[in-house]
Nanobody
Framework: QVQLVESGGGSVQAGGSLRLSCAAS????????MAWYRQAPGKQRELVAG???????NYADSVKGRFTISRDNAKRMVYLQMDSLKPEDTAVYYC????????????WGQGTQVTVSS
């Protein structure tokens, strides 16, 4: 059974930092592309950052220079370091795994709330 379990969310003031963690089980973690998405109230879910099996990263323009995604294949973990947080970063953050083997299934965690106050 595939499980993605996020942790590290919480409330912080603008300018502060948080580190999200995602523990993966039930997948061949090292070959999966991992990503963080977020969804704010009344908005669509959006990609925040992604990291390939080889460590290549990509970021939404809104978080470039402030957020850093990383992975530890030995621990089956993916992280999102969030610095210089802004109120507009407030959302539920979801861990995502994308299997590169057909049928290319995507898996999701249950989400963790991040609230940034001004």
């Amino acid at each position: 059974q595939v499980q993605l379990v996020e942790s590290g969310g919480g409330s912080v003031q603008a300018g502060g930092s948080l580190r999200l963690s995602c523990a993966a089980s039930g997948i061949i973690f090292s070959i999966n592309r991992m990503a963080w998405y977020r969804q704010a109230p009344g908005k669509q879910r959006e990609l925040v950052a992604g990291i390939s099996s080889g460590g290549n990263t990509n970021y939404a323009d809104s978080v470039k220079g402030r957020f850093t995604i990383s992975r530890d294949n030995a621990k089956r973990m993916v992280y999102l370091q969030m610095d210089s947080l802004k109120p507009e970063d407030t959302a539920v953050y979801y861990c995502n795994a994308h299997d590169p083997i057909p049928p290319y299934v995507q898996y999701w965690g249950q989400g963790t709330q991040v609230t940034v106050s001004s």
